[in-house]
């Protein structure tokens, strides 16, 4: 007898740009274009492993951006064209059940050897600082950043363990 069980993990971007003075220049929300499926098969098979003792993994923490266009696919592995990594801050914030929703959030700027303007197109959470597992990848429009101009981008990551129904 097999029973169809409705769980899973809902995954959410957003970025907010902001100038040299701290004012927003453009904010995202993932919530708002959910088009796609950006779960990847590896990074699903990753989180399996960090549930069970006898099988393990590596936690997720780093955030890299890029400027693929690709709609992203559950057989990715990378961004299509990463422009940076770095680590990010993680923590559990609650969605609805107490501490459901794992959170990373990382600020990219100047200081981080960015130079010149990007169109980030992209946004992909890993366990390693390079190569590693790639947890989800989303794809959006174009958002500039002009980093030459003191802009800050603060991308915000989460993962929702979603209850059946």
């Not at 997720?60 to 890029?66: H, N, Q, S, T, V």
């Not at 990219?108 to 890993?126: P, R, Y």
């Not at 990848?137 to 002009?146: E, Y």
Request: net charge negative.
């Amino acid at each position: 007898m097999s029973q169809k069980v409705n769980v899973g993990i809902a995954d959410r971007v957003i970025l907010v740009c902001r100038r040299k003075d701290g004012s927003v220049k453009w904010k995202y929300d993932s919530k708002d274009d959910p088009k796609s499926k950006s779960m990847t098969a590896a990074g699903f098979a990753e989180v399996a492993g960090l549930i069970v003792a006898d099988v393990g993994g590596t936690p997720f923490d780093y955030i890299a951006i890029g400027t693929g266009t690709t709609a992203p696919s559950p057989s990715d592995t990378a961004l299509e064209a990463e422009v940076i990594r770095k680590a990010a801050a993680g923590s559990r914030t609650t969605t609805v059940y107490t501490n459901d929703t794992a959170k990373w959030v990382a600020t990219f700027s100047s200081a981080d050897g960015l130079t010149g303007t990007h169109d980030i197109t992209e946004l992909g959470v890993f366990n390693a600082a390079s190569g590693g597992t790639m947890l989800f990848r989303k794809v959006f429009t174009a958002k500039t950043v002009n980093w030459d101009d003191g802009d800050t981008l603060e991308a915000t990551a989460t993962c929702q363990m979603v209850q059946g129904t």
